[in-house]
């Protein structure tokens, strides 16, 4: 256990070490959020509400979508299609640990560090720029926090699956592109999952997407009830035991027909 | 003359190179559909809870859209100098290219250009006429000159905003994440300018004149008479953003003195 935590702690000092690369990715993110709230503002116009949400817990979805995207978002699928491509994954395979588990805290490494130093102060900046709304229930920041961390592991085992599609695929730089967009639409990063079509909605029920973003969102706007964020939560956990399923079956697959050419 | 002749021995090579590995370039196309794709199904959920949008209605902000698609596919084609200061600049790869009797600028657009982005524009006109028959839209004669017009000068606009961040890499050495910050303000042209508030709206004007992409010279086959003025103004603008951006690119390359190798 030590060694993932040093490896944790090890992604962590990395990135500390190129933070400046961050202030401008709190720019990027401020911009895109602008674009939607300009967008839903006008959606909105004279509506007070649509599917049961307020512009306000709209701005508020839209703000901590993307700045929790930063907490969960990682490149562990390039990461990995590098290193299988290079003929790196050899060694990482022979070094004394589990290396989907070794990816999956260098992630968490990102992740935490992108928490304190592009998240928090993000969401602060931004807080001033457009109408937010915080909660004062300190539930909902506990569901919140849950949830975020479910909508990690969520995100980063769907990148584990891309990555490993690399050992049968050889390059697979266009099947990352597209399960970002698929992702960014699907999760309700964009829109939330309650204003699809219903038909879109009952397919999305059984997909694990709205587990990434849509879940922790709807509970830090408050436009979950204690009951359903409960129960989305479950759903998430629930999302977590069964993924692992298809990523240790074609990690063992995967790792029966690797060859390694040179090295 | 040489120039064409040069540009069309350049796509020559480039399609025998990109015909060498269809499966990648049958997945990059099918990435950059679904791309297209996600955008339009966004417009369509929200128009599933509201019948205008700042004034605009489904089908006229799906053809915005499809316009916007158009000179964004022919941008993507021929201006991928995101990666200019990283690969020409620190690689002192702009030596190679200074040697040359060719204009510099010209030299880079072709030895990066991505044919297969064109596709994006197939889709644009599709979308356009998908929406223009929902609208129940006319075609005159002068439609299509006017339409290549205002293409073109969306891509100058796009092409000389992009050339002139390029730039920078000339005087100042470090590393900008400016780049990346511009794709994602381009998206703002994308959506009627009337939906912001009046400082956005000056800047998308004037200052990164995104909206001559989209909104603009889109109106103009949309009939709206209140904005035909600025669609007009789509080439002029087009012209004077990317001849500064030339202006600026010709005095920066004199500043030029190679990365050493």
């Known amino acids: 256990m030590d060694k993932y935590i040093e490896m944790i702690r090890i992604r962590f000092l990395m990135m500390l070490a190129y933070r400046t690369n961050y202030y401008t990715g709190i720019l990027i993110y401020s911009i895109n959020i602008g674009a939607y709230y300009f967008l839903w503002s006008a959606i909105y116009g004279e509506k007070d509400a649509i599917e049961g949400m307020s512009v306000i817990q709209m701005s508020t979805y839209v703000a901590v979508a993307w700045m929790a995207r930063a907490f969960y978002f990682n490149n562990i699928d390039r990461e990995m299609a590098a290193e299988i491509k290079e003929g790196k994954v050899a060694v990482e395979l022979i070094r004394p640990y589990n290396y989907l588990g070794m990816k999956t805290m260098q992630g968490l490494g990102e992740g935490i560090f992108r928490l304190f130093f592009f998240s928090v102060p993000g969401m602060f900046i931004v807080s001033f720029i457009f109408p937010l709304q915080f909660s004062a229930d300190w539930t909902t920041w506990i569901f919140f926090a849950i949830s975020i961390v479910l909508s990690f592991f969520i995100n980063t085992q769907i990148n584990l699956l891309t990555g490993i599609t690399t050992f049968f695929l050889f390059n697979n730089t266009g099947l990352i592109r597209a399960k970002r967009v698929v992702i960014d639409l699907f999760s309700g990063l964009l829109i939330p999952i309650s204003f699809f079509p219903v038909w879109a909605q009952d397919v999305l029920k059984f997909l694990p997407f709205q587990g990434i973003s849509y879940v922790p969102s709807m509970i830090f706007t408050k436009s979950f009830s204690d009951n359903e964020a409960i129960q989305a939560i479950i759903m998430q956990g629930i999302w977590v035991l069964l993924l692992i399923i298809p990523i240790q079956v074609l990690w063992v697959i995967a790792k029966k027909q690797l060859i390694i050419q040179g090295g | ?261």
């Open chain 2, 1 to 261: 003359m040489f120039y064409i002749a040069i540009f069309f021995q350049y796509v020559a090579q480039y399609m025998k190179t990109r015909m060498q590995y269809r499966a990648d370039l049958l997945v990059e196309v099918f990435s950059d559909l679904l791309f297209q794709a996600v955008n339009l199904i966004f417009i369509l959920v929200v128009f599933g809870h509201t019948n205008l949008l700042g004034g605009w209605t489904r089908d006229e902000i799906i053809f915005i859209y499809g316009f916007f698609l158009v000179p964004y596919a022919l941008f993507s084609s021929f201006f991928n100098i995101w990666d200019f200061n990283e690969r020409y600049i620190v690689k002192g790869e702009l030596d190679r290219i200074l040697t040359r009797p060719i204009h510099s600028l010209f030299q880079i657009v072709l030895e990066r250009m991505e044919l297969e982005s064109l596709f994006g524009a197939v889709t644009g006109i599709a979308v356009m006429i998908y929406a223009g028959n929902n609208l129940g839209l006319g075609i005159s004669w002068t439609d299509p000159f006017l339409f290549f017009l205002f293409v073109t000068g969306g891509m100058l606009v796009y092409g000389g905003i992009f050339v002139m961040i390029a730039c920078i890499s000339f005087w100042a050495d470090a590393r900008t994440s400016i780049m990346p910050m511009m794709y994602n303000i381009g998206n703002y042209g994308r959506y009627p300018v009337d939906i912001y508030d009046s400082v956005i709206r000056f800047v998308l004007t004037w200052i990164l004149p995104f909206a001559f992409v989209g909104i603009y010279p889109a109106s103009y086959f949309l009939g709206k008479e209140e904005w035909f003025l600025y669609s007009f103004l789509t080439p002029v603008i087009g012209i004077v953003f990317f001849g500064i951006s030339i202006l600026t690119w010709n005095s920066g390359v004199k500043r030029y003195r190679g990365a050493g190798n």
